[in-house]
């Protein structure tokens, strides 16, 4: 399946520090979602966003439906060690399949 | 609730010999995913089940990989023979109808 250009690859980050990350994609999808992998474990979703223009949070977490719906960011505000792990963005079209991107490993220095 | 159990969660078996992946979905989700994760990507989708008809098997290799869910509820998924480029993630994932998909640890197997 395709994959989604998701950036940066990897980042390290200051405790305390917002970052963010971002996907895109060549294809118009109607969901994008994004999950987060702990080592040894499965991808945990994390937000959901259903419309173009869409801006969702969860706690800490920001995302955005882009308008041309074919990108999406993540917004981390006020990082803490529990945030190490790996983002992936999901785009989904008509057809319930769902297209990865190759993840943001997030690194936290104390 | 439970969450998506899949068993082993580890695997170490020599070239050439068969393998087997279980997973048991979250209690009435109807659609059932296989997933293979590979070192540094994504999840690449499988096969994905709607009660127990396969309804998207594209992605599979055939002449290797099968997979069964016989009462539209736990599955299996096979590798016979499995090869060096097999070692990877198998990722199980179900979700009520084309809703969201919520994922099971894994199985991360290792081909020697």
């Known amino acids: 399946g395709q994959q989604l250009n998701q950036s940066p690859q990897s980042m390290f980050i200051q405790e305390g520090e917002d970052v963010s990350m971002n996907c895109t994609s060549s294809s118009i999808f109607n969901t994008w979602l994004w999950y987060k992998q702990d080592p040894g474990e499965g991808p945990v979703l994390l937000i959901a966003?259903?419309?173009?223009?869409e801006l969702t949070s969860n706690g800490r977490l920001t995302a955005q439906f882009g308008i041309t719906r074919k990108d999406s960011f993540l917004n981390i505000s006020a990082s803490i060690p529990s945030d190490v792990g790996i983002y992936f963005c999901a785009g989904r079209g008509n057809d319930y399949k769902l297209s990865f991107g190759a993840g943001t490993t997030v690194t936290v220095r104390a | 609730e439970a969450g998506v159990v899949q068993s082993p969660r580890y695997k170490i078996i020599e070239k050439k010999q068969p393998v087997a992946f279980w997973c048991n979905p979250i209690?009435?989700?109807?659609?059932l995913y296989w997933y293979l994760q590979n070192l540094g990507q994504g999840p690449e989708l499988l096969i994905r089940y709607e009660n127990e008809e396969a309804v998207d098997d594209s992605q599979l290799p055939k002449d290797r990989f099968s997979a069964e869910r016989l009462k539209g509820v736990d599955s299996t998924l096979k590798i016979q023979p499995a090869e060096l480029g097999d070692s990877a993630v198998y990722l199980c994932?179900?979700?009520?109808?084309?809703?969201?998909?919520?994922f099971g640890p894994g199985t991360r197997l290792t081909v020697l």
């Open positions: 209690s009435g989700h109807n659609t």
């Open positions: 966003l259903y419309k173009a223009g």
């Open positions: 994932a179900s979700s009520l109808a084309g809703f969201e998909q919520f």
